[in-house]
């Protein structure tokens, strides 16, 4: 009798965890659960709603336009022609339903305004020195975008002056213009002591300018402006590349000063230099007629050379 009861007594203790721990299992559970509720109501709550365009006004602009675009409009004369191209852009929740004509034009107002608050002096690139393929640019129904070219020409600019050429969209199918992205502003970079110049090269095959040179030429050549207080030259003779550089208070070819001359390393190979023994060492530097002179001292092998360069203003 005592074991019957003992194991009726222990039975019901069993069942009765039993149903404590379902309880507590269950209890968890529905707590989880009304937290994964309550987790999920709070992230709908913080999630952003869905962006709305359907509010957006059309624009259109320029591709590099504005102020922000002014160096990638930088006309570089890699020939005696330099093409760009120009491209107008509509911004719009969706693709136009028609044709949207652009027409763009020269907006030479816009030089004053950026020459005053930059401080520069650009002045306006002449009608001869570019072509402006077309003035009308069509985006086509179904499309955000249209090109045209414009062509710059070497000949046709005076290397000592800095240029520029705003061209502003004046129309563009009633559609919105921007108040920043309106105009691209071509730029040509002018140097006081860019130009013409007549090169003299003279080389000794030896380590000073002891007697008379080996080779004696003269040839014309170019300085360009790298910026406008940088001129880069290559030499005719030998293709070693100069840079020199200076200051410029903007009081004129008198007023230039701390000239520097260097050799760019990476045409050391157009005249087979092994090393550089000495660097540029200016000789004579006379900006307001011209004349700029040095030396430098190379290696081919074990031969030395020595090259004296002499560039003068061809008027």
């Not at 507590?24 to 989880?32: C, D, H, T």
């Not at 339903?97 to 652009?102: E, G, M, Q, W």
């Amino acid at each position: 009798m005592v074991d019957a009861i003992t194991c009726n007594r222990n039975s019901t203790l069993k069942n009765m965890n039993m149903k404590i721990k379902l309880n507590r299992v269950l209890g968890i559970m529905i707590m989880a659960g009304a937290l994964v509720i309550s987790l999920d109501s709070c992230l709908k709550n913080s999630l952003p709603k869905e962006t709305d365009f359907s509010h957006l006004q059309d624009h259109v602009l320029l591709i590099n336009g504005g102020l922000g675009g002014v160096s990638k409009s930088n006309v570089a004369f890699n020939s005696d022609t330099a093409t760009l191209t120009i491209m107008a852009n509509l911004t719009s929740v969706n693709p136009p339903k028609a044709p949207v004509v652009v027409t763009i034009g020269v907006d030479a107002a816009q030089i004053a305004t950026y020459n005053a608050s930059h401080n520069t002096a650009f002045v306006l690139l002449p009608d001869s020195a570019y072509t402006l393929t077309t003035t009308t640019l069509t985006i086509p129904s179904g499309e955000q975008y249209a090109s045209t070219s414009i062509s710059f020409y070497k000949q046709k600019v005076d290397p000592s002056l800095s240029y520029m050429l705003p061209i502003s969209i004046t129309d563009a199918s009633g559609k919105a213009l921007t108040s920043n992205e309106n105009t691209l502003f071509f730029n040509i970079i002018g140097n006081p002591i860019a130009g013409n110049y007549m090169e003299h090269w003279q080389r000794w095959q030896a380590s000073d300018t002891t007697g008379a040179p080996f080779y004696d030429f003269s040839d014309p050549n170019v300085f360009s402006a790298a910026s406008p207080t940088q001129v880069d030259v290559e030499s005719v003779e030998n293709g070693a590349l100069f840079h020199i550089t200076f200051t410029d208070p903007g009081t004129g070819l008198a007023g230039l000063t701390n000239f520097k001359i260097t050799l760019d390393a990476s045409s050391w190979g157009n005249f087979g230099a092994t090393s550089v023994t000495q660097d540029p060492v200016i000789l004579d530097v006379d900006p307001v007629n011209g004349i700029y002179r040095f030396y430098f001292k190379y290696m081919v092998g074990a031969n030395p050379r020595t090259v004296i360069q002499t560039f003068t203003k061809i008027p």
